[in-house]
């Protein structure tokens, strides 16, 4: 159990000391990477913040990480933070932040999964993206060649959650934040009720939600142009 005998007790501190992030931690599932025991004793009492960095309100069973491409964004507990998917395609090894992920959970319930980590998180981890110029569409090249693309989609995942497309909206942040480039993209997005009902296991999110994006912005006036049969490619990798 490395990594649990440290990080229970501060883990169970957040509950007692912090009425608003209890109430907030109502999520069907969990997940929390535990530094090592090595970890607290060499770091000493950690703060309140820093223990918010090592949980996602989101159900991570090691089969979703090896659908995540390097760069996507995982949001913890910590506001405005998220950790980094960092695993490369030539490592076998899942790592977040440069950090390995130990692949066997060192607790799992079905509602709170726990990875080992040997270090702390760093919330100032920034992630360096590979230059992808090489692989520009030349198809897309002219129609978003002004296009000025964020690693936030703050605003998009509001509108998405307001508009009854929530379960999308999740997915936005979390696995395309890495893979934007100036080609930009397109979202054919999903209403809820048609996820949820058609879908029961949550292993199966990522590679439909990716199945709905284009890698490349189209306009509406660019689509309707389009003729019958024309094919686009998608971003399932």
Not at 16 to 35: L, Y
Not at 91 to 109: M, V
Not at 193 to 216: K, M
Request: hydrophobic share 35%.
């Amino acid at each position: 159990m490395e990594g649990v005998l440290y990080f229970k007790p501060h883990f169970e501190q957040l509950f007692k000391e912090h009425g608003n992030f209890s109430k907030n931690f109502q999520s069907p599932s969990a997940t929390v990477f535990a530094p090592s025991d090595s970890s607290f004793k060499k770091s000493g009492q950690p703060s309140l913040d820093l223990l918010r960095y090592h949980l996602v309100m989101l159900p991570l069973p090691i089969q979703s990480f090896r659908r995540l491409p390097a760069g996507a964004k995982l949001p913890t507990m910590l506001p405005g933070q998220s950790l980094t998917v960092t695993t490369s395609t030539s490592d076998n090894a899942i790592s977040l932040n440069n950090i390995k992920i130990n692949e066997l959970p060192i607790y799992d319930d079905g509602v709170l999964l726990v990875y080992g980590i040997d270090r702390f998180f760093d919330p100032s981890f920034q992630y360096q993206r590979p230059n992808s110029n090489s692989n520009l569409n030349p198809s897309c090249s002219a129609v978003n060649r002004t296009v000025n693309s964020s690693d936030s989609f703050d605003q998009e995942i509001q509108m998405l959650k307001t508009s009854g497309y929530s379960v999308m909206a999740s997915f936005l942040g979390m696995q395309l934040s890495g893979d934007i480039s100036q080609n930009g993209i397109t979202v054919f997005a999903l209403a809820d009720e048609n996820v949820i009902n058609r879908l029961g296991v949550f292993d199966d999110y990522p590679s439909v939600f990716r199945r709905h994006v284009v890698p490349c912005k189209f306009l509406w006036n660019k689509l309707v142009d389009f003729v019958d049969g024309t094919e686009l490619p998608i971003n399932l990798k």
